[in-house]
C-alpha cells in the first residue's frame, strides 16, 4: 500500500504562485509515475501533470503548459508542482496520484493510490 499526502494549497490572487508537494510513503518504488489531477465542482477530475518516477519524463496539460513545473525528490519520496501564473480557472481540488506501471497515463482511472486532496482557489 501507498500513502499520498498533498499539502501546499491555499488561497492566491490572479497572478501569483503556489507550490503543491506531495510525500509517497509505505511500498513506494522508483518505478511509478506520480501525477497531479485536479478537479473543480460539477467537473471530472482531470489530469494537469505527470512525471515518471525513474526517468523524470513529464507530461503537462495544454492548459498548463509554461505556468507550471512538476518535479521529484527521490530523496524526499517528494513530487511538487510549482504553479505560477495563476488564474481563476485554475481553482480547483488538486490530488496527487501514482500509477505502478512507470508509464504516463492520462485518465485518472488508471492511478492506483491517490491522495486526499488540497484545495486551490485563485481571486481575481
Known amino acids: 500500500q501507498v500513502q499520498l499526502v498533498e499539502s501546499g494549497g491555499g488561497l492566491v490572487q490572479a497572478g501569483g504562485s503556489l507550490r503543491l508537494s506531495c510525500a509517497a510513503s509505505g511500498r513506494t518504488s522508483s518505478s511509478y509515475t506520480m501525477g497531479w489531477f485536479r478537479q473543480a465542482p460539477g467537473k471530472e477530475r482531470d489530469i494537469v501533470a505527470a512525471?515518471?518516477?525513474?526517468?523524470?519524463?513529464?507530461y503537462y496539460a495544454d492548459s498548463v503548459k509554461g505556468r507550471f513545473t512538476i518535479s521529484r525528490d527521490n530523496a524526499k519520496s517528494t513530487v511538487y508542482l510549482q504553479m505560477n501564473s495563476l488564474k481563476p480557472e485554475d481553482t480547483a481540488v488538486y490530488y496527487c496520484?501514482?500509477?505502478?506501471?512507470?508509464?504516463?497515463?492520462?485518465?485518472?482511472?488508471?492511478?492506483?493510490?491517490w491522495g486526499q486532496g488540497t484545495q486551490v482557489t485563485v481571486s481575481s
Open positions: 496520484a501514482a500509477d505502478r506501471r512507470g508509464l504516463i497515463f492520462r485518465q485518472a482511472y488508471e492511478y492506483d493510490y
Open positions: 512525471i515518471s518516477w525513474s526517468s523524470g519524463n513529464t
